[in-house]
């Protein structure tokens, strides 16, 4: 049988990410400290991870709606209020998803029609280009840059937007470069949209982990955006949540109605146990969002100036939880850089070109990790910089 025949074309023309193929070689191999899983190190905190064994105990294991759980849509209403002062629905404008990629892959299928234009700031999360394609969309890639500390700018917006636009991704605060937009960048962004239909998925999955001050702000809070935003979030980053599988999508009533249809054939409902446990993590979890935070900002700190400090040119992130270097002094490429010190150190981090082609010359580091694993790796990154400029 001859599956190139067989096969749907826009899946098998899609490169898988390129994140796995370090992990998949270092998986190989003993002895590697990798930084390169964009998971939190925390164990769910145990007053969350004891609702969703309650709700086992009760029996609570049948289909919920396929909304989800009125009392979790409420919850996620009642937090969008008290951090952002935005009033949604909780019965018309709260979706609960299997994580927030099934929210964006959906928000996605439910706007993007073949032809249509989607812009994407990269480097960005690995998700975004492919779900495009898969809509049948045309992504037109944004490449923000360093000197604009990794942030969309309006000329840059400006200058993508044609009568094809559909749709604006913003992914901040950024996997893989920690770059965040503050509300005075959002404000600027804002008034290039106002007189247009362009439709906004923005991407607040580490929203609770802004570090410099000033907290993160809301598209959808921003005069005149909610009626064309689509905001995704999620508990996995935030709560330590990853396995749990659980997001959301808050906007409008007319496009939720329509990804929904897409939530109910494809999947039905988000887990029942894991929506039960959501209900607390929103209740009672600021103190542990607070404190894993805290931690975050401290190793941040630790490795960012370990990149600066073995000559690897380093800003700081204000978003998330990873660093993104600079790697250009080598003469490597991202690829070669990472594969190289892959075998001659055993440390796995992340090309930069696994999230867009500018981020070429960079690679993604992740400090969701304790701070004697952060410092033996940069400490071997060290010695691996040194051999390779003899």
Known sequence: MNYNNILNKSVTEIKPSGIRKFFD??????????????????????????????????????????????????????????????????????????????????????????????????????????????????????????ENEFRITPEELKAAITPKTKLLILPYPCNPTGAVMRKSDLEAIADVLRDTNIVVISDEIYSELTFGGEAHTSFASIDGMKERTVTVNGFSKAYSMTGWRMGYACGPAEILDQVTKIHQFAIMCAPTTSQYAAIEALKNGDEDIAAMVEEYDMRRRIIVDGFNSIGLTCREPLGAFYAFPSIESTGMSSEEFCEKLLYAKKIAIVPGTAFGRGGEGFVRASYCYSVDHIKTAIERIGEFVKEIKK
């Open 25 to 146: 070689i270092a998986e190989q191999m003993d002895d590697v400290i990798s930084l390169g899983v964009g998971e939190p190190d925390f164990p769910t905190p145990w007053h969350i991870r004891s609702e969703g064994i309650r709700s086992l105990e009760k029996g609570k294991i049948r289909y919920t709606s396929n909304h989800g759980l009125l009392i979790l849509r409420d919850e996620i209403s009642k937090f969008y209020f008290r951090k952002y002062g935005i009033k949604y629905d909780p019965e018309k404008e709260i979706l609960v998803t299997v994580g927030g990629s099934e929210a964006i892959d959906g928000a996605v299928r439910a706007l993007v029609s073949p032809g249509d234009e989607v812009i994407i700031p990269q480097p960005s999360y690995v998700c975004y280009e492919p779900i495009t394609v898969l809509a049948g969309g045309v992504p037109v890639i944004i490449e923000t840059k360093a």
